[in-house]
T-cell receptor, first 114, second 114 residues
Framework: QQQVKQSPQSLIVQKGGISIINCAYE??????FPWYQQFPGKGPALLIA?????SEKKEGRFTISFNKSAKQFSLHIMDSQPGDSATYFC?????????????FGKGTKLSVIP | NAGVTQTPKFRVLKTGQSMTLLCAQD?????MYWYRQDPGMGLRLIHY???????AKGEVPDGYNVSRLKKQNFLLGLESAAPSQTSVYFC?????????????FGNGTRLTVT
């Protein structure tokens, strides 16, 4: 049973456009939702994270929107740049339960074309 | 500050051969993890460790063994490699998980089993 469903699998956006990646979860006990960014040939790295007590978190051009009732969260990349081209993973976990139970989505490969 | 270092970066094995992947971290992290990444499958946890001398199974442990004899090192072994183990393997580490500390990943080992 896939606990975190991520879409789309791949995304092509023009430079300056908005990239949107969506995730849905099933386990209502999840209370921590990080996004990881992975460049080609590198390991993933934490990009931004949100807890369900807020509906939105913004860091620079990156924004997480969270809808607790719909059990959905999304990553928005404003003014997308070619340097944003990477694979993005959403994830979910239960605070204090151990990072080993962090559940990842299957990833979205973003390509930003000039 | 190297972070998480994985060796080797690339390896080709024949079916039935054995090998050990080495992961070393210099951040004094308690938790360490081994993931595999396959196209369309995201990141799947193989084994993890919550401290020196401890190991536990993750989502896809079959065919792999691990050891954590020293806090800074986490070894992943394949006793009899199979083509299904062709993948990119990532090691990660994190602090104790009281506050959802982020995972720090290495840059991966690309393994091909022929």
């Amino acid at each position: 049973q896939q606990q975190v469903k991520q879409s789309p699998q791949s995304l092509i956006v023009q430079k300056g456009g908005i990239s949107i990646i969506n995730c849905a979860y099933e386990n209502t006990a999840f209370d921590y939702f990080p996004w990881y960014q992975q460049f080609p040939g590198k390991g993933p790295a934490l990009l931004i994270a949100i807890r369900p007590d807020v509906s939105e978190k913004k860091e620079g051009r990156f924004t997480i929107s969270f809808n607790k009732s719909a059990k959905q969260f999304s990553l928005h990349i404003m003014d997308s740049q070619p340097g944003d081209s990477a694979t993005y993973f959403c994830a979910a976990s239960i605070s204090g339960a151990g990072s080993y139970q962090l559940t990842f989505g299957k990833g979205t490969k973003l390509s930003v074309i000039p | 500050n190297a972070g998480v270092t994985q060796t080797p970066k690339f390896r080709v094995l024949k079916t039935g051969q054995s090998m050990t992947l080495l992961c070393a971290q210099d951040m004094n992290h308690e938790y360490m993890y081994w993931y595999r990444q396959d196209p369309g499958m995201g990141l799947r946890l193989i084994h993890y460790s919550v401290g020196e001398g401890t190991t536990a199974k993750g989502e896809v442990p079959d065919g792999y063994n691990v050891s954590r004899l020293k806090k800074q090192n986490f070894l992943l072994g394949l006793e009899s490699a199979a083509p299904s183990q062709t993948s990119v393997y990532f090691c990660a580490s994190s602090r104790e998980d009281r506050d959802n500390s982020p995972l720090h990943f290495g840059n991966g080992t690309r393994l091909t089993v022929t």
